[in-house]
């Protein structure tokens, strides 16, 4: 029962990340079209877009963030894995789940930080030097993905954790934040 | 005691497999908690600071603009193109491959994509023809490292991000370095073929001049990305960041033109482009906090004069690095040990008085080498899983290994001779 809902979860979890990098596509494309339409206007009208290096940057921190929640789920970060390759498929999972700690305890960290930091900039209503653009939604985009990568990295632990207490260390137990092979980035 | 906190939590949080960038920030929050008195509110700070910038927004496009040449089949068309002109030179398609890897660098800035795009189409084709194939993998590896030295390049990029080091320098930089690196990989070659006729097929078809030259000239569209790319940087018409926009703009026009592109290629570019950036990204971030944690206790300051004092001479300290990189090559990705190392290796030697820009070509060789040295040389096992294990990473890693000392015997005439890497950057900046 556990176990289902859990993997409901994480389903569902996924979704939500897919849809995140969606959104982190669409601003790697704005970023594109931003650039190249400021690039034309200087050279053609002598006119750049003032606003382009500004909302440049603060896309590029969307397109970090918003992409990182299936990044962390699908286990595709870089990560070394020399001592997981030498170690049984049982082995592998309990360092799975010291890694998936490591993890948790990063995002954790940076959670708890993020707080008096948004408060910081909602007690400042920070905004960028040139084109007076509000930074406080911008910004809490960090925190909003730290929460839910976390969630997903809590979810994905547990379900190690119940399929290594229900024997299925064997099949299904290495956590996304486990030791994958890096070929994959290459397909 | 900050050594030992440093390395230990270090090595144990990143041998776990847990994201690097996870591991290397982990071990920053905690140095800024323990040994800076607790200022780990700097940490996010940091990470907004990196992150929210327009000059470093050109990494995603640049694992952009290679995601949409891998797909759009323009590598085929190179190929082709290219595969006339080394026809009666002994080793044939070897060649082609450090040609088309060379041409391919110079407007991918990824050695992976570099690698995965060439290697496809050229693998099948030379086991066809009856090439050997651990050499066919070591010249694919070897010349897909080209795609990090021969500008765009990701390695100067993020080096130069992270050094406030001019990009456009960089990429002119290394022009000729890459260019360099390509001819020896060529000449190694030739000799194996002379000495070993073995590894490769006669060709018996005879191409006239002519047709070599008009196949030639058939790449003109990625002459011209090429020229949009670095032609807008050498002439100051865009900064690295625009001409990295504008060439994912020239890209998806010339492959749908040109090539067999898609639009659902071009999303899938989109949505994968922004997964690699994201894994390259969080490693960024890690290191971004542990080099502000070793910042502000002055660790390269004092490493600095450690270094001085040691009687090594700048040389000796030199020496030391490029053997740290080849050992933590064997461990970590390339990218990821260069964002890790910089903060510590880049003032150091810097302040022993090696220029930065001759510096960052040096560290992109090392960390090229580190793409091709087992276990995990990400070049390798993407050549490796494009054979299906006809050859075993092991096999190709053995393969490799001339390539590897090709780079080592680069490095050392760059550092015999520096202005190999200067003399361009000097003359248009």
């Not at chain 1, 390759?85 to 993020?114: C, D, H, P, T």
């Not at chain 1, 930091?117 to 905004?127: C, D, E, N, P, T």
């Not at chain 2, 003032?347 to 090696?354: A, D, K, N, S």
């Not at chain 2, 560290?363 to 040389?377: D, K, L, N, Y």
Request: hydrophobic share 55%; glycine share 8%.
């Amino acid at each position: 029962m556990i176990l289902r809902i859990l993997e409901t979860t994480e389903n569902g979890l996924t979704y939500l990340a897919r849809f995140l990098a969606v959104i982190s596509a669409l601003a790697i494309g704005s970023i594109t079209t931003i650039i190249c339409v400021s690039v034309i206007m200087r050279r053609v009208a002598n006119s750049p877009l003032f606003y382009a290096e500004e909302l440049v940057g603060l896309l590029l921190a969307v397109t970090l963030f918003f992409a990182l929640p299936l990044v962390t789920l699908r286990g595709d970060h870089i990560r070394v894995t020399l001592l997981a390759n030498q170690l049984q498929k049982r082995g592998r999972a309990y360092l799975g789940l010291v890694a998936g700690i490591v993890v948790l305890a990063f995002l954790g960290w940076l959670i708890f930080e993020s707080v008096e930091w948004m408060a910081f900039a909602i007690r400042l209503g920070l905004k960028t030097e040139a084109t007076s653009i509000p930074l406080v939604p911008w910004m809490a985009i960090v925190p909003f993905s730290l929460c839910i990568t976390t969630f997903g990295v809590i979810v994905q632990l547990c379900l190690a954790l119940a399929r290594i207490n229900t024997g299925g260390a064997d099949q299904k137990s290495e956590v996304q934040t486990a030791p994958k092979n890096l070929q994959k980035q290459a397909d | 005691m900050f050594w030992t906190t440093l390395l230990s939590l270090l090595t144990a949080s990143a041998a776990s497999g847990a994201a690097l960038g996870a591991a290397l920030g982990l071990t920053g929050l905690f140095i800024l908690h323990f040994f800076a008195g607790g200022a780990t509110s700097l940490a996010l700070d940091a990470v907004w600071n990196t992150f929210n910038s327009f000059t470093l927004s050109a990494i995603p496009l640049f694992i952009l603009l290679g995601e949409i040449l891998l797909r759009s089949g323009l590598s085929e068309r190179v190929y082709t193109a290219i595969t006339p002109v080394f026809t009666r030179v002994p080793g044939g398609l070897l060649h082609t491959n450090i040609a088309v890897c060379t041409i391919f660098g110079a407007v991918s800035g990824s050695s992976l994509s570099t690698a995965a795009a060439i290697g496809s189409v050229a693998y099948p084709e030379m086991r066809r023809r009856g090439y050997n194939r651990d050499m066919i993998v070591g010249s694919l590896a070897g010349g897909g490292t080209l795609g990090l030295l021969i500008p765009p390049s990701l390695s100067f990029l993020i080096f130069g991000a992270l050094t406030e080091t001019s990009i456009g320098r960089l990429f002119i930089a290394g022009i000729i370095p890459g260019l360099m690196v390509a001819l020896m990989f060529m000449v190694y070659i030739l000799i194996c073929c002379l000495r070993n006729p073995s590894l490769y097929p006669r060709e018996s078809i005879a191409i006239s001049m002519l047709k070599v030259l008009t196949n030639g000239l058939s790449i003109w569209p990625i002459l011209m990305l090429i020229f949009a790319i670095m032609g807008s940087i050498i002439l100051g018409w865009a900064t690295p960041t625009e001409a990295a926009a504008v060439g994912v703009a020239v890209a998806i026009l010339i492959a749908f033109l040109w090539g067999d592109f898609n639009s659902q290629k071009l999303l899938e570019s989109f949505y994968r482009s922004v997964q690699l950036y994201a894994a390259i990204g969080l490693v960024i971030v890690g290191a971004t906090i542990l080099a502000q944690s070793v910042a502000i206790l002055g660790v390269p300051q004092a490493i600095l004069e450690s270094a001085a004092a040691s009687g090594l001479g700048k040389y000796g300290v030199l020496a030391l690095i490029v053997l740290t990189y080849l050992l933590l090559g064997c461990i970590f990705d390339g990218l990821s040990l260069m964002i890790m190392t910089l903060p510590i290796v880049f003032p150091l030697l810097t302040g022993l008085g090696f220029d930065p820009i001759w510096l960052g070509v040096m560290v992109t060789i090392m960390i090229e080498i580190g793409q091709v040295t087992p276990p995990v040389g990400l070049n390798l096992s993407v050549l490796a899983s494009l054979t299906n294990n006809e050859v075993t990473l092991g096999r190709a890693a053995l393969a490799t290994i001339p390539y590897w000392l090709i780079f080592l015997l680069a490095l050392v005439i760059l550092t015999m001779f520096p202005q190999i890497a200067l003399v361009l950057p000097n003359k248009f900046f």
